[in-house]
């Protein structure tokens, strides 16, 4: 069976950080680039960053890129999101995706809220 679980979401202060995991299992995770939406209340969800398979290579959204980063330990099956310097307009639900060519899995989602 399937599982991505995200974890770390909270409650957080302007300029403050969070790091959130996504936990998957029941398939090969090393073999899947791995990447992180989020979705804002009224919002489409959107692309925050993404990790190859291997690791070697990441993406970032223009308006997280030096705030954020994006890692993996494909030992643990286990993609991070360091989030740094978080702004209320990051208040979001988070999803992890996995994804290899055209087979994809969805995480639940966690909410990071940002706020004083």
């Known amino acids: 069976q399937v599982q991505l679980v995200e974890s770390g979401g909270g409650l957080v202060q302007p300029g403050g950080s969070l790091r959130l995991s996504c936990a998957a299992s029941?398939?090969?995770?090393?073999?899947?680039?791995m990447r992180w939406y989020r979705q804002a209340p009224g919002k489409e969800r959107e692309l925050v960053a993404g990790?190859?398979?291997?690791?070697?290579?990441?993406n970032f959204a223009d308006s997280v890129k030096g705030r954020f980063t994006i890692s993996r330990d494909n030992a643990k099956n286990t993609v991070y999101l360091q989030m740094n310097n978080l702004k209320p307009e990051d208040t979001a639900v988070y999803y992890c995706?996995?994804?290899?060519?055209?087979?994809?899995?969805w995480g639940q989602g966690t909410q990071v809220t940002v706020s004083s």
């Open positions: 029941g398939f090969t995770f090393s073999a899947y680039i």
């Open positions: 990790i190859t398979s291997t690791g070697d290579s990441t």
């Open positions: 995706k996995a994804q290899r060519t055209y087979r994809y899995y």
